[in-house]
């Protein structure tokens, strides 16, 4: 009854619906010659349909917020109350544009940029990092979905990693609400978020660095390619 009562059905179709968009723009893209005319349409088509679901979803939010400040009704969330302004809702869209950019560049994880830009705005720690887990699941799968259609999905090895983050998830769950629990102490969500952050810096910079080294002293190529060609 919780889980039926908490979850939000028609955001959650809006959601879906995106996802299957996102997913059938990337397939037939990538079956398309790159630069053609198509393949920019097809390119440029994800952007609207981003925004218009943004915008959908920012003026309920504004809307619902707007309603409960005027009849006095102080919802919380968790525990939390935020305080849906323009203000906050823009800064929200920046968050989900910098951790897809860096998810999308890097390779990581746009959770670790969404994690604590969400403390920022009044999330409570398990709401936060509940989220950018979800974000996290939500742009992987879309990948994953479109790397096995395409036949570049190495399954095995795919089965193993997924079986190994499905257990150390559980794990890492489990572990933390003892913790917090014992120490009643939600910021130790806090804490584990930035030393995994730091981690994760500190590790692609070293890695960076020496594979830059490794390619200077056996004088590869370092510049960008044409993006038409390395498609």
């Keep these: 009854q919780i889980l039926c009562f908490n979850l939000r ?5 809006v959601l879906a619906t995106v996802w299957v968009l996102f997913t059938v723009i990337q397939v037939i893209k990538n079956d398309v010659v790159p630069c053609t005319t198509l ?13 218009l679901v943004f915008g959908y979803e920012a003026t309920k939010l504004y809307k619902e917020h707007k309603k409960r400040m005027s009849t006095g009704n102080a919802e919380t ?3 939390a109350s935020i305080q849906w ?10 968050c989900g544009i910098l951790g897809g950019t860096v998810g999308g560049l890097l390779g990581s994880g746009g959770g670790f940029i969404l ?5 920022e705005i009044g999330v409570i720690p398990q709401v936060a990092s509940a989220t950018a887990t979800f974000v996290m699941m939500f742009s992987s799968s879309l990948s994953v ?3 096995y259609l395409l036949k570049r999905f190495p399954m095995p090895y795919a089965l193993y990693l997924m079986g190994v983050s499905i257990l150390a998830g559980f794990w890492g769950q489990y572990f933390v609400r003892k913790l ?10 806090v804490f584990i978020l930035s030393g995994v952050i730091f981690a994760s810096a500190l590790t692609m910079g070293v890695i960076g660095i020496e594979r830059s080294i ?13 993006f038409c060609s390395s498609q």
């Design 180 to 189: 917090i629990t014992i120490l009643r102490r939600a910021s130790l969500i």
């Design 214 to 226: 490794r390619m200077i002293h056996n004088h590869e190529f370092m510049g960008f390619l044409d």
């Design 77 to 79: 969330v968790c525990g």
């Design 39 to 51: 393949y920019w349409v097809l390119f440029c088509l994800q952007f609207p349909i981003a925004t």
């Design 145 to 147: 979905v479109e790397f």
């Design 115 to 119: 994690g604590p830009l969400l403390l």
């Design 85 to 94: 302004s323009p203000l906050n809702i823009a800064f929200c869209a920046l």
């Design 9 to 13: 059905w028609k955001r959650l179709l």
